[in-house]
């Protein structure tokens, strides 16, 4: 058995406990929470659940912990961190600072003779294997991401921080005229406007200025700016009913030529998820399997979905995989 720590415990956390009961190979022996951890109470019986202070009590016990804090400050200082005493797994996001965590996350491993895998999920994650794939395969071309429709958490929190509002949901939508351009094999160059839509559904206070809210969303620099957003404001029971759910997904598209330049060569890779933290949790599950594989081969230091064959990750043997799946 595969033996799994987590460290945090929110909705990735449980996706990822959720996953865990899905693959036989795999149990879940600790949860460790900055919090009380006697009003932390999770979905498996007889797992113990620790405070943070004490999760160096368990390196012998876990073979692979999972790091499931938020991209913007937890996990640039605990991934490095406890990379040197487990093998780590972590879903930081913030792609343009992949590169520096990369490096962060590398020297810490290496020195505490531990494997470390980070940014893994869909995307990053599958997506990543999508695009590396689609522009190895193609490269005379230009690739597009679109995401959603599905709920952003950084751009609800956003809107959830305007005065006046009591709860927001903002979704991300991908321009349908935008796609199909690139389905129809034009290589444009698009704004962020072009790409996606917004549309965000508001609680607000009691007495608050609909009309303010609503220009101060649409204003708001680095998350609605850009784009076109639309505005609904609802009532508090409408958004418990509505909008509970996390969904998400989106599409890779590479748009390329072969032979002399006149053959058009097409290629997509679409997610559509129920529940984003359930789906992602899935995947660190697998990549679970294969950081616990490839430790135990003698790999050390930082990793990424780039760095993994697909026989890792699989629970079947490599016989059977060829058998069942090649």
């Not at 996706?15 to 879940?28: M, Q, V």
Request: hydrophobic fraction near 35%.
């Amino acid at each position: 058995m595969i033996r799994i720590g987590l460290l945090g415990y929110g909705n990735l956390s449980r996706g990822i406990e959720s996953a865990i009961k899905r693959n036989e190979d795999e149990e879940l022996v600790a949860v460790f929470t900055r919090r009380d951890p006697s009003s932390v109470k999770i979905n498996t019986e007889g797992v113990k659940v620790d405070t943070v202070d004490n999760i160096l009590n368990y390196k012998d016990q876990i073979d692979v912990l999972m790091i499931c804090g938020g991209s913007a400050t937890d996990l640039p200082k605990q991934t490095p961190e406890y990379a040197k005493y487990f093998n780590v797994i972590d879903s930081f996001d913030t792609h343009a600072r992949i590169p520096q965590h990369f490096a962060a996350v590398d020297e810490s491993a290496k020195n505490g003779g531990k494997l470390a895998m980070i940014s893994c999920g869909w995307d990053p994650g599958m997506f990543s294997i999508a695009r590396i794939y689609a522009e190895s395969v193609l490269p005379e071309g230009k690739h597009y991401t679109f995401w959603g429709k599905g709920v952003s958490q950084g751009h609800s929190d956003a809107a959830r921080r305007v005065p006046g509002v009591k709860d927001a949901r903002s979704y991300t939508l991908p321009v349908e005229e935008a796609m199909d351009a690139v389905r129809n094999g034009q290589q444009p160059e698009f704004t962020a406007r072009q790409m996606h839509k917004r549309e965000v559904f508001v609680v607000l206070e009691d007495g608050a200025d609909a009309a303010k809210v609503e220009e101060t969303i649409k204003t708001m620099p680095d998350y609605y700016a850009d784009y076109d957003v639309t505005i609904h404001f609802i009532s508090e029971e409408e958004m418990k009913k509505e909008h509970a759910a996390l969904p998400h997904g989106g599409f890779v598209m590479r748009s390329g030529v072969t032979g002399n330049g006149q053959q058009h060569e097409f290629i997509e890779y679409s997610l559509k998820l129920d529940s984003n933290p359930e789906f992602t949790g899935s995947v660190l599950a697998a990549y679970a399997r294969a950081v616990d594989r490839m430790s135990k081969k003698g790999e050390t230091g930082c990793i990424t979905v780039f760095d993994v064959a697909p026989k890792y990750l699989n629970p079947k043997s490599e016989e059977e995989q060829r058998h069942t799946l090649l």
